[in-house]
Structure formats: structure tokens, C-alpha cells
């Protein structure tokens, strides 16, 4: 915990350590991202092999993020969501479908980038 006394620089510094205590918990205990993250690498060694541009580069670590971060924050909302109401709930389920169809929609866009970069290439 961040506390007043601390100053900004302790602040800073243990709020960088929680952020990657965080990363840690998602890459070793959430399978989605583990997947995400396998994914990721296999598009990334496939950018190398490819030779893709500078903005192709962009436009995919932007994806790759987009996608990476929105299944953090839907695990983030899935985790709350089991604290506030741990027995099934249809409510707590639809809010739980809602933050998924974000990772979805970030997923398929995603998939469009990699398509526009990509099929192109082999073509």
C-alpha cells in the first residue's frame, strides 16, 4: 500500500512494483492471457520473418496490446465481480459477458490488422 508519507518517489517506485506483482499474477495464473501471450510471440517472430515495415510494426504492437490489455482489465472486472457476488448472479453474469465481448471485439480487430499486414505478403 501507498501510503501519504511515502513522498513521490517511494510512491512511484512501489506503484511500479505492484503494477508488475500484477503482470506476474496474469502471465503465470490466467489462461487466456497465456494463450494471448503465445499468440503474441508467434505474430511477432512471423513480423520478423516477413520483414514488415516500421508502421506495420506499430499497427501490430498496438494490436497485440489492445488485445492483451482488454483481457487484463476483463479479468480485473471477473475478479471484483466474484468478490461483490461469489454465487451465480445473472446480473454479475451479464456484466461478466459484456467486459469478454470487449476482449472479443479487441480480438477481432486484432485479426483485421493482422489480415491487412499479412495476407498480402503471401499473395
Sequence with gaps: MI???DGFIVGRIKSVKFALKGLWMLLTTEHSIM????????????????????FEW???LLAIGLVLTAEALNTAIEKIADVVQPDFDPKIGM???????????AAIIAAIIG?????PKFM
Aim: aromatic share 8%; glycine share 8%; no cysteine.
Design 3 to 5: 501510503k501519504p508519507e
Design 35 to 54: 494463450v494471448q501471450m503465445v499468440m503474441a510471440m508467434l505474430i511477432t517472430v512471423l513480423g520478423f520473418l516477413m520483414d514488415i515495415s516500421r
Design 58 to 60: 506499430i499497427a501490430q
Design 95 to 105: 456484466v461478466k459477458d459484456i467486459a469478454a465481448g470487449g476482449v472479443t471485439f
Design 115 to 119: 489480415l491487412i499486414i499479412y495476407v
